[in-house]
């Protein structure tokens, strides 16, 4: 999806609007200079460095070198006690951009393919309203958080010192989204995203001629089974009501065409909706690999990697994000309760810690996909998406 000249869907001259028409202007031109050169996964220095400037031409002053690559800012105006965390993700990802507008990647392998690049001009644009109008507002921390995209910079932001140096109370989050009509917010209680979790399983047999299979150990045949017995998983053991995945990615073994091989590789995912078939479900694969193995004669060996938890949002604070989304774009542009994604997110990490509420920002009922080489953020998004973080900043927290 090429980025929109339209009009913004907040008028920056509506009465109590948070940005000029120059500001947004000035944002859309940041947004496409970071969509042009973006850098991934603890690579984010440029991108970080051009966060930094900005908020030191708002009178702010962030620190830097958190997690890595990230950066935090405080606005407190004098107030004590825990604050309000509002995040954005800065890094891209490892694909190749296939758009040829002006502002297209200028670096190969590289792009903005999931609208960090639009995040971080959300909160940077929040942060330039919130710096003039700190009477108004609670105590905040605006983070710019590295290495969302799998490698879990929330970890590595947590690990690093954020909340001894930031004690915060409560966090938030926001997320661009297609599939959800444009400037439309999505916002729910309970689980948002599911926990994503990988597996490898490494099976060791006998290799043999494949004219003589009965004096193998057959690990194609051994895996073969696991696959099968890894998708009933989900449809016989899980609650029919949990949400849930089991999916293998990968099947590597042999290398000819007429030998059985001595080893096989198996590797995928796995996503819940709840902790406890997270938990349940990681159990399940160890034990049905190593069984079906065994019954082969072929040994099993099993590695559970954990990654993101399940994203859970908590009742008061999505209650809190729905009222100040409801009074900024209207009931008829608020989803209530959206069904969850069994996409995964790091955020989920800063919610097994605090209370918060992680949102979603429609980009389009029909726009180019997240994580697709053809996406680009769409710039009327801009102003919105700035405008709830001021918002939300300007309301009363929940108690």
Not at 17 to 43: I, K, Q, V
């Amino acid at each position: 999806m090429m980025s929109s000249d339209r009009e913004p869907l907040v008028n920056p001259e509506a009465p109590g609007a948070f940005f000029s028409g120059s500001e947004l202007a000035e944002a859309r031109e940041w947004r496409r200079h970071l969509h042009a050169h973006p850098e991934t996964a603890y690579d984010e220095h440029a991108t970080a460095a051009f966060v930094a400037d900005r908020l030191r031409e708002f009178g702010l002053t962030p620190v830097v070198g958190i997690g890595g690559t990230g950066l935090a800012v405080e606005l407190d105006h004098g107030r004590v006690g825990a604050a309000r965390m509002l995040r954005a993700d800065l890094d891209g990802l490892p694909i190749q951009e296939a758009n040829t507008f002006a502002h297209a990647s200028c670096h190969p392998a590289r792009m903005h393919a999931c609208g960090h690049d639009g995040h971080v001009v959300m909160l940077l644009l929040a942060c330039r309203a919130m710096a003039r109008r700190r009477q108004n507002i609670g105590r905040i921390v605006a983070l710019f958080q590295p290495a969302e995209e799998g490698v879990s910079g929330a970890n590595a932001c947590i690990q690093a010192g954020l909340f001894e140096q930031f004690p915060v109370r409560s966090v938030y989050g926001m997320h661009n989204w297609p599939g959800l009509t444009t400037g439309t917010f999505a916002v729910r209680d309970g689980a948002v995203m599911a926990s994503s979790d990988h597996f490898e399983i490494q099976l060791v047999g006998t290799g043999a001629h494949a004219a003589m299979p009965h004096l193998s150990a057959d690990t194609l045949l051994a895996g073969a089974q696991i696959v099968v017995g890894l998708q009933a998983l989900v449809s016989r053991q899980v609650d029919p009501l949990e949400p849930a995945v089991v999916s293998v990615t990968q099947f590597n073994a042999g290398e000819t065409w007429n030998v059985i091989p001595d080893k096989a590789v198996l590797r995928g995912t796995i996503r819940a909706l709840s902790p406890a078939v997270r938990l349940q479900l990681g159990q399940a694969v160890k034990r049905v690999a190593c069984s079906i193995a065994a019954a082969f004669g072929v040994s099993a060996e099993v590695e559970v990697a954990h990654g993101n938890p399940v994203t859970i949002n908590t009742r008061r604070e999505a209650e809190e994000c729905l009222k100040v989304a409801t009074a900024l774009v209207g009931p008829e542009r608020v989803e209530l309760q959206r069904p969850p994604t069994m996409g995964a997110e790091d955020f989920a990490h800063y919610l097994e810690r605090y209370p918060g509420c992680y949102v979603f920002l429609g980009s389009g009922e029909t726009a180019t996909p997240l994580h697709h080489p053809n996406y680009d953020f769409p710039d009327e998004l801009l102003a919105i998406g700035a405008s709830y973080w001021v918002s939300l900043a300007e309301s009363s927290p929940a108690d």
